[in-house]
């Protein structure tokens, strides 16, 4: 099991570009999240989704889109890049069933730099 | 608005002494408190949680204790090992709402254990 994968794992944008950055869990999990974290702020909970074909915005949304196409991928797009989304950007997904339902497996991270 | 607040920021503790850290949250909804540690380069993977019906949890070295009237928990190491060098954080959620596991993250506390 290869658990939770982000593609890529670093990416320098400049402001204005777009880019995509993708998920991919293997352990039929249904329920999947999109955390950015910064210095000082912890993890911020930027959208997840409760299963294949649903998104839905978590406590920092703007600026992001998401979509869940396919149960095992979650894809997180950044249409027009701006200095503020400099960050490193986690995946995550968790199971459905108590208790497994409450850990969430992360995955190694992106490190997107907007210049 | 920070819902969860982590303290301290950095901590410098001597091998086997008792690391702590502690913990406040606002929101009374909040029914589900775990605690993530990362290494550098690494995503967050749960340590330890607690449900609001306990007053502690200890798991190995690693122990949750819980003060729902003060709306404060907080995370104890024993014995601190060179090998607890991480970052940690806090997070709570609120399971009744639903499935989706929303959590909300501390800033977070590097942990230094000196040899």
């Known amino acids: 099991n290869a658990g939770v994968t982000q593609t890529p794992k670093f990416r320098v944008l400049k402001t204005g570009q777009s880019m995509t950055l993708l998920c991919a869990q293997d352990?039929?999990?249904?329920?999947m999240y999109w955390y950015r974290q910064d210095p000082g702020m912890g993890l911020r909970l930027i959208h997840y989704?409760?299963?294949?074909?649903?998104?839905a915005k978590g406590e920092v949304p703007d600026g992001y889109n998401v979509s869940r196409l396919k149960k095992q991928n979650f894809l997180l797009g950044l249409e027009s890049a701006a200095p503020s989304q400099t960050s490193v950007y986690f995946c995550?997904?968790?199971?459905?069933?108590?208790?497994?339902?409450?850990?969430?497996?992360f995955g190694p991270g992106t490190r997107l730099t907007v210049t | 608005q920070q819902q969860v607040k982590q303290s301290p920021q950095s901590l410098i503790v001597q091998k086997g002494g008792i690391s702590i850290i502690n913990c406040a949250y606002e929101?009374?909804?909040?029914?589900?408190f775990p605690w993530y540690q990362q290494f550098p380069g690494k995503g967050p993977a749960l340590l330890i949680a607690?449900?609001?019906?306990?007053s502690e949890k200890k798991e190995g070295r690693f122990t949750i204790s819980f003060n729902k009237s003060a709306k404060q928990f907080s995370l104890h190491i024993m014995d601190s090992q060179p090998g607890d060098s991480a970052t940690y954080f806090c997070?709570?959620?609120?399971?009744?709402?639903?499935?989706?596991?929303?959590?909300?993250f501390g800033q977070g506390t590097r942990l230094t254990i000196n040899p």
């Open positions: 995550a997904s968790s199971q459905t069933l108590f208790p497994a339902g409450y850990e969430q497996y």
């Open positions: 352990m039929n999990h249904e329920y």
């Open positions: 989704s409760v299963g294949e074909g649903t998104t």
């Open positions: 929101n009374t909804a909040f029914d589900y």
């Open positions: 607690i449900r609001p019906d306990v």
């Open positions: 997070a709570a959620s609120a399971l009744k709402y639903g499935g989706a596991q929303k959590l909300v």
